[in-house]
Nanobody, 122 residues
């Protein structure tokens, strides 16, 4: 099973980026998938997740600015990031669950992508 994240880059504050994560080797249409991020010197933190029924969940810090979506036919999950702030700078990881559990907790995810760097300049 592999998760391949892409779409990171350098953007000015106020700009937008769209991250994409493609899964291979397993169909996660019945599972939750999520995005996390880790800034230098900080712990990995929850950003957003999407349940099997397309119910989204967001960290308070990104609510109203980020949108998570999934395309089960293409085995992808996307994170549209708008109105980016310098504090959004981090490596972003996509993840997938095999079993149920809080989607806010990194320990409840079984597969992780390699991470993609997002840098927001002022």
């Amino acid at each position: 099973v592999q998760l391949q994240a892409s779409g990171g880059g350098l953007v000015q504050a106020g700009g937008s980026l769209r991250l994409s994560c493609t899964a291979s080797g397993h169909t996660f249409s019945s599972n939750s998938m999520g995005w996390f991020r880790q800034a230098p010197g900080k712990e990995r933190e929850f950003v957003a997740s999407i349940a099997w029924d397309d119910e989204p969940y967001y960290a308070n810090s990104v609510k109203g600015r980020f949108t998570i979506s999934r395309d089960n036919a293409k085995s992808t999950v996307a994170l549209q990031m708008n109105t980016l702030k310098t504090e959004d700078t981090a490596v972003y990881y996509c993840a997938a669950q095999l079993y149920s559990g809080s989607t806010y907790n990194t320990n409840n995810y079984d597969y992780w992508g390699q991470g993609t760097q997002v840098t927001v300049s002022s």
